[in-house]
């Protein structure tokens, strides 16, 4: 549908409705509480592409939220790496004067890299870690897109960030489920 500028958007959101009802069923709440942000931030980013910071901060929470999941026995402990990171972000976006949104995009691209660098560090979450590194594929693409305005990276930055990111939800629902090492 993407290929032929067919608009996919509802079909796309639909995907991240049944990985809701998955964790709904399976009653695994740490993942039914970032699959609600996770709806919540595709629907001001995908349907109404508007409300930017919205997106944003509900996307910062679903992170906070794999997070929570991945540090609750205490596992993968890198809470110094996160602040340190979490105030060079601060300090950096104080230099340069950047807006708001810049702030937040980095704040829940550096939560992404971390969990994602700590989910690997965990041999029962290979598939969940799959889905964050596939998520961070997204986001990459995510970024091209919005940097660029017309142009082939631009049209593919605009296909791939699906053909990455409806993966990477599916299979951080599937391999979520599992129980953290400790």
């Known amino acids: 549908m993407d290929l032929n500028n067919i608009d996919s958007s509802y079909l796309k959101y639909l995907g991240i409705i049944l990985c809701f009802i ?11 509480v970032a699959s609600i942000f996770t709806i919540i931030s595709d629907y001001f980013l995908l349907l109404t592409n508007n409300h930017i910071i919205i997106g944003l901060i509900t996307f910062i929470i679903v992170q ?3 997070m929570y999941y991945l540090h609750t026995k205490k596992i993968n402990n890198h809470y110094l790496l996160r602040a340190i990171i979490y105030i060079l972000i601060f300090i950096i976006t104080l230099i340069i004067k950047t807006n708001i949104e810049t702030l937040l995009a980095l704040l829940y691209f550096s939560t992404l890299v971390i969990n994602t660098i700590c989910s690997y560090q ?3 979450l290979f ?3 799959l889905g964050l590194t596939l998520f961070i594929g997204c986001d990459i693409n995510v970024g091209l897109h919005n940097i660029m305005s017309v142009g082939t990276i631009y049209e593919l930055a605009t296909l791939f960030m699906w053909i990455f990111y409806l993966p990477s939800q599916v299979l951080i629902t599937l391999g979520g489920n599992k129980d953290v090492e400790s």
């Open 122 to 124: 965990n041999n029962n």
């Open 127 to 129: 598939i969940y870690s």
């Open 64 to 66: 906070f939220t794999y």
């Open 22 to 32: 998955y964790n709904l069923i399976n009653k695994n709440i740490i993942f039914l």
